[in-house]
């Protein structure tokens, strides 16, 4: 019961905030573009160097967090292609909404609710290995002749390289500078969580089946590829528990969004992304209930 509970008090904090943006969303119908641009162009950014520039972060402990995050990506990508090639489905559209999981938005509030804040360097380690290959190989899944080149642009990008080197030759920042930097990083993860809400306000779903199909089979790959990871790698128990949490994630949103860019079938997109999400509120609370 006491597990239980504490499972419910994890969630809670993610949902309120999701359906006040949900809510928020269907009555203002905000233009949140310059929302999501801020997250990404300076909250998040903030939020990646602050975790990994700071003096107890050091990357190499993570190694094989990251290689089992980086074989889960990889392997549940391997079983989407096949599903799509057996259901007939748009292998652009589809695997990208399989691989690349909801890893800031709930991911990272997650891990501060259910582990505490000594295990958010970690959560953001993988955030920064998702976001690397999403922007990345995943861009040049849906758009495979797109010239990815601006991706070195990237605020995102350069937070993550000045971090890692700076975890290598450890050094630090300041800590008027690590405090600063950090107070803009925090607004990360709840302003995510709103803009996620309102993000669900506009979506409309016009395939179940394809939803259900996606909804399911996201999850339920990732966990069988990580629960063995979790025996095979030199992973201490949170970590172990943060690997089978992130494999229980729904689809990001971000899927939805690159696939109406690049035209790969945004309305199967949507479908998986939203019955994902809703299909969340069962994997969740089961991952967590392996993970604690």
């Known amino acids: 019961m006491d597990l239980f509970i504490r499972i419910i008090g994890i969630i809670t904090p993610v949902l309120v905030v999701s359906a006040i943006g949900f809510g928020y969303g269907r009555i ?6 310059w929302v999501n641009r801020l997250s990404v162009d300076v909250l998040f950014p903030a939020l990646i160097f602050s975790a990994m520039a700071a003096k107890d972060f050091h990357i ?3 190694l094989p967090l990251l290689l089992g995050s980086i074989i889960m990506l990889f392997g549940s990508g391997l079983i989407a292609w096949g599903v799509a090639r057996l259901l007939k489905y748009s292998v652009p559209a589809f695997v990208p909404a ?6 800031a938005n709930m991911g990272l509030p997650l891990t501060l609710f259910a582990f505490g804040a000594d295990l958010l360097p970690a959560a953001v380690s993988i955030f920064m290995i998702f976001s690397l290959i999403h922007f990345t190989l995943g861009i040049r899944i849906c758009s495979p002749g797109i010239d990815i080149r601006g991706t070195l642009k990237s605020p995102m990008l350069w937070a993550m390289i000045l971090g890692v080197l700076m975890s290598l030759a450890g ?11 950090r107070m803009i990083g925090d607004a990360a993860i709840p302003l995510g969580l709103f803009a996620l809400g309102v993000g669900f306000s506009t979506f409309r779903v016009g395939n179940w089946s394809i939803g ?3 909804a399911f089979l996201c999850p339920i790959s990732s966990l069988v590829i990580a629960w063995p990871l979790t ?5 201490t128990p949170p970590m172990q528990g943060l690997l089978i949490l992130y494999a229980a994630l729904p689809p990001a949103v971000m899927n939805y969004i690159f696939a109406e860019r690049y035209g790969q079938d945004p309305g199967l997109v949507s479908a998986i992304v939203v019955v994902g999400n809703i299909a969340s509120l069962i994997f969740v609370p089961l991952a967590l209930y392996i993970a604690l």
């Open 28 to 33: 203002a119908k905000p233009d949140m573009r």
């Open 60 to 62: 190499v402990e993570y």
């Open 98 to 103: 399989m691989v690349f999981s909801n890893v």
């Open 171 to 181: 050094l630090a920042l300041p800590d008027w500078l690590a405090s600063s930097l």
């Open 212 to 214: 259900l199909v996606g």
């Open 231 to 235: 025996k095979i790698l030199p992973l």
